[in-house]
């Protein structure tokens, strides 16, 4: 999250936020409903010093509805105690105020007194607490005058008062001590804090405001010049963008044509390299053809050669056991035939 988020406080950025300033009082407000982180007060602090976030205006405006709220309680708690206290004539009533204010004076000063004590300013201090013995006092004067302007019987009841600043109850018969816890306490001083800050926003709130429209106005004019320069640097990035699609594209046909041209031309060198090795393929088939069947031939013209001689070598083996055989036959007729004679010399 981030200090110009719509969700963080812009009161608590500007360090005027009532729920961080009343806590721990008997108004407290508890947690403010819009995020509160002191890095962010940081950042903005940071931020603020180059560009004017205008954030003032919110908190004046969440300061008034704030100090609007307290003020209608403080006219109800001033009509209730009317209705409850006896009605004081005209004198007695403005002794009573002249009191009420005194008193306020002294609670103020006694407060400032004991801060400037603190801090170790004695001096400004000590001339504090001769300012209130002074005031003290006129108090004790106006107060014998208040008692002697009323009875008895009505001069003992309280008279109470609503403080303006943060709609308190106040007695005009309480000391000093309990007026300078009340206007020294942290209730009564914060709301002093808050009313300060929204008289202070207040009296540049009509200039702010005016100068946020210029502001805006300015920022409006920039944001229709930058949609203006945008829309022409898409039409013209469009207008690019075509361009170089239709040169794409004539580049595109112009090559397909050449790659068509030079494929026509490469497919018919193939083709032509396709018919030549087809032509040498089958005459290199048709010479593979003729020399096989001339071997086929060759083998058989050995065969059958060489079945014919076995045949004649067989005929002639024949003819050769046939004429053997007619010799032996032969023979064996004529020594059959032909008698036998002794010999010679046995006769």
């Known amino acids: 999250m981030k200090f110009d988020d719509p969700r963080v406080c812009k009161s608590f950025l500007l360090g005027c936020c009532p729920h961080d300033i009343l806590s721990s009082t008997r108004m407290d407000l508890g947690d403010c409903p819009k995020y509160h982180d002191v890095a962010l007060r940081a950042d903005f602090e940071n931020a603020s010093k180059k560009k004017d976030y205008f954030y003032d205006i919110d908190a004046m405006e969440h300061l008034?509805?704030?100090?609007?709220?307290?003020?209608?309680k403080t006219e109800l708690y001033k009509r209730r105690l009317k209705e409850t206290q006896e009605e004081l004539s005209e004198e007695a009533n403005s002794k009573a105020e002249a009191i009420h204010n005194l008193g306020e004076e002294i609670g103020t000063k006694l407060a400032k007194a004991e801060a400037m004590g603190a801090e170790g300013k004695v001096e400004e201090s000590m001339e504090?607490?001769?300012?209130?013995?002074?005031?003290?006092?006129?108090?004790?004067?106006?107060?014998?005058?208040?008692?002697?302007?009323?009875?008895a019987s009505s001069y003992q009841q309280q008279k109470l008062r609503v403080c303006e600043i943060c709609s308190a109850y106040l007695g005009i018969h309480d000391n000093d001590r309990r007026l300078a816890d009340h206007f020294?306490?942290?209730?009564?001083?914060?709301?002093?804090?808050?009313?300060?800050?929204?008289?202070?926003?207040?009296?540049?709130?009509?200039?702010?405001?005016?100068?946020?429209?210029?502001?805006?106005?300015?920022q409006r004019q920039r944001r229709e010049e930058e949609r203006t320069h945008e829309s022409r640097d898409r039409s013209r990035s469009r207008s690019r963008r075509r361009s170089r699609s239709r040169s794409r594209s004539r580049r595109r046909r112009s090559r397909s044509r050449d790659r068509s041209g030079s494929r026509s031309r490469h497919s018919r060198k193939k083709s032509r390299r396709r018919s030549r090795s087809r032509?040498?393929?089958?005459?290199?088939?048709?010479?593979?053809?003729?020399?096989?069947?001339?071997?086929?031939?060759?083998r058989h013209r050995s065969r059958s050669?060489?079945?014919s001689r076995r045949r004649k070598s067989?005929?002639?083996?024949?003819?050769?056991?046939?004429?053997?055989?007619?010799?032996s036959s032969i023979e064996n007729g004529s020594r059959k035939s032909s008698p036998s004679y002794p010999a010679i010399e046995d006769m």
């Open 305 to 307: 050669g060489s079945r």
């Open 128 to 151: 504090l607490m001769n300012e209130v013995e002074e005031i003290k006092k006129k108090k004790s004067l106006e107060e014998q005058e208040y008692k002697n302007s009323m009875p």
């Open 184 to 218: 020294g306490g942290k209730l009564h001083l914060g709301f002093i804090t808050i009313r300060d800050k929204l008289a202070e926003l207040k009296s540049t709130h009509a200039d702010r405001i005016r100068q946020r429209g210029e502001e805006r106005e300015k």
């Open 279 to 298: 032509s040498k393929k089958s005459r290199s088939r048709s010479r593979k053809r003729s020399r096989k069947s001339r071997s086929r031939s060759r």
């Open 314 to 327: 067989h005929k002639k083996s024949r003819s050769r056991s046939r004429s053997h055989k007619r010799s």
């Open 64 to 72: 008034q509805s704030f100090i609007n709220e307290c003020d209608r």
